[in-house]
């Protein structure tokens, strides 16, 4: 029987030492039954417990109590085409437990794994649901290209996406984040490589277990409505400033939100005088979401299973409409030990999701929302002769309560199926096995957006031109099939002698995708409740659009790895790869990858013996290696008609023709000497443990290199031609550290943990085609600067005065500001680089010659960091996760960060602390419609998106049961993004991107209730 300090353990791994195919799992009452020799010794292993062995030396019953594994060096790590014992690893490697995912109750995966892993940032574009997360969105270390580079996501094997995985059937995720771990995998890791390992079934009896979840989702940060009469003030102090009178006099502006004089007649209109929240009518003061999932495993004989099955929904913030998220989950693995000598393993799994949103945008919605006029009414007067009709009114703006009731559906859906077959060969020669792997993962998306035309009514059935919605109606019908097929054969060979141990991989893999993809508009269908193709206006032919896309590509590899270690203190490890693309010019498709690394477990030396009361482990680590990365190529090389075009530029509508007739053209270039970008990546890291590994700490530096990086040189004057081809004509540096520290410890009954992790990475383009051009605001690549560089004008304050500003104009001959006719007290005072002689602008546009434009900054976080803690006590459990970033600085819209920069954008709360006489120090300039002059980019408006969340929080309580009924019982309360502290305008979420404009969906802050139930 196996059990630890509070009875049998269920599932712990009984092997016989020296002949891992010999073994078994303990059942539900911790028991088990090994047939060894009499002089055999047994290992007993589980996860989180030190594994223990035992010399059998004859006897027929062994019982073993496990204790907790504090040091966690024995623990095994999942790395490429294999595992290694966390001990030995050379590369830089880091894992998560699927259980820890889990219980983030997250969204998806993606999110969960925001703070957890140093190296690994999470970079979450949207709180609309579905749309949190993108795989983009995972960056491991820093940037490894200027162009396309996605970490390389595999779920056991098979390449696919953290968003659409049901977190409970994962059992581990690895993240390999230098070239000599994620080098294996070759031309696909240039961005890094996560590993998904997902649960197993196990020799026991039938378990079935059910995790089930209720979530209440509130707004996080986001902007809040003036009432309508302090909104028509400030638009009156704008209009005056711009125009010289208000829009509305004294008697006007009293009526605003006066229940007793609401509107009047005005020719063809109406002029309101309302009091309308358009926020708080258009959404929701809290959504709702849920998480189910059901597993059951077990294993009889030689066969084991784990059949699970998941289902998610979030609802979204728009009141009415759609807008909402499903996912679905269905997942089998199945082994089984067909004889001594082959293994066969089947998992199959299916995913999908559907995503209804509303067709003009749920982004869109929102930015009305935040900015439709307040004293504007939503509905028009009853006596209106067209109110039964078209109740909805949209005198000034198009009217978001009627586009989100009456404008449609959007329905985009997606699924996936995927099979992967493993036959595995072994004891046909000692130590040496065989697999031989086949997988398909098909996937299916189709899209149907049916857009309602909302004409805009003014008064007695007058139309206001401008404010319509989805003008004119029509039906968008996307569908694309892919298929991406893997044939993989991989050799391993053990062989230990003494103090020797060798390990040698060699393995071949073909790989290929196919994706094609058909989409077709009809404009002007002949019904606004009739969403067909058959019924249209075809007889202009700009109401039908067709097109299709075909991607394909595909990849031949072989590689191998020599992993070697001697009596535990000298490791050494190496790989290569070759990898043959379609991507590539025909000549320039192979490329080979190599990578070594090299430890030394300095704590295994005799020397080390006098350190030992105080350090337990110390491990140096340093590695090497390349990468390539195609992927911005896309399938350019195939003789397809994608490169062939008839549209003018960009155009999907406009044909280009002469003399009726339509001409085609090749719209983009490709070039035969294009070859692979190359990743040199270097890795020097240590590892160390103190008191009794109760702390372990592990740091790393690392600089890499993109020495042939892929740039589309400038089109220039060249006639006919879009699009230049690609060129290795680029270099981007990457540098950076990362550090993880956690302290795991027990102090009678309460076992506890801390851990904190930090990362912090930086980049140069040293060269790519030249580009040196910059504006004011973000400049995506800039040579000699990191990428995403931000630049914009010093300032210092306000203006006290027009007077002011005249004074220093006559001592500085020469000195002019925007908007030089009408500078006044309130607006920005723009510094002038070098002598203030001259007009503020931009120069020459370039770093060389800037104007008086400053570098700002980079909009790419530094200083990333997570801080876990968590304990545990008789039944109650407890853990906490807080995550941040140090450093990182933005700019938001001018037009959003400008109280009617547009005419049309109303202000917000936070825009109350403007100028006056009396508040000289406010955050805000002086109320000026119609011109952004104030809001240019600069230092005054530059965004500090430095921040801390507690991102999870969660208590938990196991409920003591009968174990004949139910196996185990909990209870929980999770939160997730409860709070966080930053200086960002409280107005957007401080994860926001660069230059974010009003359409801006919220991130929710969640609290969870849920259930883990076994049986």
Known sequence: MVSDAEGPVIGAGVVEKGNPGNGVATDMDGKYSLRVSPNATIEVAYLGYATQEVPVNGQTT?????????????????VGYGTQKKVNLTGAVASVSGKDIASKASTDVLSALQGQISGVAVLRSSGQPGSETETTGLRIRGFSSANEASALILIDGVEGSLTLLNSEDIESISVLKDAAAASIYGARAAAGVVLVTT??????????????SFGINTPGNMPQRMSSWEEQDYINRARNADRGAPEQNSEQTSWVGNPNYNYYPNGARWNFFSNSNWLDEGTKDYTTQQNHSVSVSGGHGATKYYLSGGFHTKNGLLKYGPDDYQRYNLRANISTEMSKYVDFNLQAAYEGNVDNRNP??????????????GRQAIYLPEEDTNYANNPFSADLQSNAIDAMKNGGTDVRQNQYFTGNANLHIKNVVKGLTLDLNVSRRAGFYSREADMRFLQSMGRNGAIRSGYEINNPNRVIKTKNNSYQDKLEALLNYNLNIDNHSLHILGGASYEQYLKDEMSATARNLLSNDFFSFNYYDNTLPTNTEISDA??????????????????????????????????????????????????????????????????????????????GNSTVLNSMYYPYYGLISNKTEDSTTNILS??????YYQKEMVSNDVTWETLTSTNIGADLGFFENRLSVTGDYYWKTNDNMLAQLRVGNIAGVVKLPYQNAGTLKTWGWEASAEWRDKIGEVSYHIGFNIDDSQNELVSYDGNNVIKAGAVDKLEGYALNSVWGYKTNGFWSSRDEYLEYKKNNPGYESFNDSKVSGGDVRYVAQGKADHTIGIGGGTPENPGDLVYLGTTNGRYLYGINMGLQWNSFDFTMLWQGVGKRSFLINTATLAPLGNSYEMPWTVHRDYWTEDNPNAYFARPFEGNTFNYNPSDRWLQDGSYIRLKNVQLGYTIPVAKKVIESLRVYLTGTDVWEHTNVLNVFDPEIGNDKNTQYYPFFRTWTMGVNLTF
């Open 62 to 78: 062994i019982n073993v109590t496990l204790s907790e594994d504090v040091s966690q060096l024995d623990e095994v790590v999942v």
């Open 199 to 212: 649960k197993k079934g196990s020799s026991q009896k039938l378990k079935v277990s059910y995790n089930g």
């Open 360 to 373: 003009w945008g749920p982004a869109t919605v929102l930015s009305h929302l935040y900015n439709d006029r």
């Open 550 to 627: 075909v991607q394909p590509w595909k990849m031949a590899s072989l590689f191998g790895r020599v992993n070697y270690d001697f009596a535990g203190r000298y490791l050494f490890e190496a790989n290569v790869r070759y990898d043959g693309s379609s991507r590539l010019a025909p000549g320039n498709r192979g490329g080979v990858f190599p990578s070594a690394s090299v430890g030394w477990r300095v704590s295994e030396e005799a020397f080390f013996e006098s350190v030992k009361p105080y350090v337990d482990n110390f491990k140096m680590r340093f590695s090497w290696g390349q990468l």
């Open 658 to 663: 002469i003399m009726g007739n339509p001409v």
